[in-house]
């Protein structure tokens, strides 16, 4: 099977910076994309930023111009670094991988366990 473990989180004053990292580990064949979604309390779960492997990217428009995500294939990790934070930033990140096994030979989605943003003064 495959694990993603994220690590960054915390609390931040407004207008402040985070760097989310993801490291997928296992079985791994072949990752074909990597991600970053969101929960705020009462809210529904939602895409922040994907990379595939050939590294495009795609970002919610909220984001947009404030978040960057990296990945390092190498490593199979992927970053998320959030710059100029508001409070409507403030969730529940997860990571988010749709990888190969080598157990299974067959494509899954994998979430990791989620850290916690909270912005505010």
């Known amino acids: 099977q495959v694990q993603l473990v994220e690590s960054g989180g915390g609390l931040v004053q407004p207008g402040g910076s985070l760097r989310l990292s993801c490291a997928a580990s296992?079985?791994?064949?072949?990752?074909?994309?990597m991600g970053w979604y969101r929960q705020a309390p009462g809210k529904e779960r939602e895409l922040v930023a994907t990379?595939?492997?050939?590294?495009?990217?795609k970002y919610a428009d909220s984001v947009k111009g404030r978040f960057i995500i990296s990945r390092d294939n190498a490593k199979n990790t992927v970053l998320l670094q959030m710059n100029s934070l508001n409070p409507e930033d403030t969730a529940v990140y997860y990571c988010?991988?749709?990888?190969?096994?080598?157990?299974?030979?067959?494509?899954?989605?994998?979430w990791g366990q989620g850290t916690q943003v909270t912005v505010s003064s």
């Open positions: 990379i595939i492997f050939g590294g495009s990217t």
């Open positions: 988010n991988a749709e990888a190969v096994s080598r157990m299974t030979m067959s494509s899954f989605r994998y």
């Open positions: 296992g079985s791994i064949f072949s990752i074909q994309y």
